[in-house]
């Protein structure tokens, strides 16, 4: 998992953050600062090596381990430096006769000097950010990185549009042990077929279209034709009326890109609810009794979808609720 790491000078004001991959926050931290430990190995000024916290697990312990065998590596590599420091320190003192730092770490040129194309106040930069630093950056914070859900939802209907890198990224969530479950949904025949022959006709932008839960409903595209069907199976439970809610802002667009007829409307949920559901039903409320409501279609979510004094969202795909492809 990857987890943002926020380090602080101990010997200034500044500040840096970075992100890790590591099993646990303690592993990331003590992977942080072994990064800070090597850091400071380039000092002029020779400091001792962080010791790591040591986490509890077996794996992370291994990885610490390891860790400590490359710093013994360091520390002898640090002796050697530590023995050249009178070179090192003439050559800060030629860098700083001919850049200057402010307070804020800027570096300004004293007198103009380049070489490979590399300006060298970039050069004076580079080397007080990565070498002017006597003590280890601490870490303060090891936080979790979580992604806005709006970018995570848009970036995988982005995804979804590519069904073989949709298929790569729906094994890779299996593979991480991610549960899924695979929606599907079926148009009940019966009632659309009134609508083609015109025997039982609806307007989808006026008519009472409402979307319901239920619980192990098993729907038949064949025979299930009224609400009637379906409603003996619909849930129960806190924040959820019986018969559903109602479908707002319904649209009907025809797509001349991919030649498709598009039923669409604005996503339904259950607000403050406790419920459990495995199915919904999409249905016409036509004010009468259950066996004159048309089904239109039902949706198997594929597992039972629950909540508990939350919200429970339908969210449409993209293309729409009902969608009919004339090619």
Not at 59 to 82: C, G, K, N, W
Not at 119 to 132: F, M, N, V
Not at 152 to 179: C, I, N, S
Request: aromatic fraction near 8%; hydrophobic fraction near 40%.
């Amino acid at each position: 998992m990857l987890y943002a790491v926020r380090l602080e000078s101990q010997t200034d004001e500044q500040w840096r953050e970075m992100t890790v991959d590591a099993e646990s926050p303690a592993l990331a931290r003590a992977l942080a600062r072994q990064k800070e430990a090597a850091l400071v190995g380039f000092s002029l000024i020779p400091d001792e090596p962080v010791e790591p916290e040591r986490p509890g697990d077996d794996a992370s312990a291994a990885r610490l381990d390891q860790y400590l065998v490359e710093r013994r590596e360091y520390q002898q590599a640090a002796q050697t430096f530590a023995s050249q420091r009178e070179q090192g320190e003439a050559a800060l003192e030629g860098l700083e006769a001919l850049y200057e730092v402010d307070d804020a770490g800027k570096v300004r040129e004293t007198g103009k000097h380049e070489a490979n194309g590399v300006t060298a106040s970039r050069r004076a930069k580079a080397h007080y950010h990565a070498h002017h630093q006597a003590q280890p950056y601490k870490v303060v914070s090891v936080e979790p990185v979580i992604p806005d859900p709006l970018t995570l939802v848009q970036g995988l209907a982005a995804v979804h549009e590519h069904g073989e890198f949709w298929a790569k990224t729906l094994q890779a969530m299996k593979d991480a042990g991610l549960p899924l479950a695979a929606v599907t949904a079926a148009l009940a025949g019966v009632t659309w077929k009134g609508q083609i022959d015109g025997s039982a006709p609806f307007v989808w932008s006026s008519a009472s279209v409402q979307v319901s839960l239920h619980t192990a409903f098993t729907f038949d595209p064949d025979t299930h034709d009224f609400f009637n069907d379906a409603s003996g199976s619909e849930v129960t439970g806190t924040g959820y009326t019986a018969t559903g809610v109602t479908l707002a802002s319904k649209t009907s667009t025809y797509d001349t890109a991919t030649d498709q007829i598009r039923l669409d409307a604005a996503d339904v949920s259950w607000t403050t609810s406790t419920i459990s559901a495995t199915d919904a039903v999409v249905w016409i409320n036509t004010g009468g009794a259950s066996s004159t409501d048309p089904i239109l279609a039902a949706i198997d979510f594929g597992a039972t979808v629950s909540t508990t004094a939350g919200t429970f969202q339908i969210t449409w795909d993209a293309t729409g609720i009902i969608v009919f492809d004339v090619t």
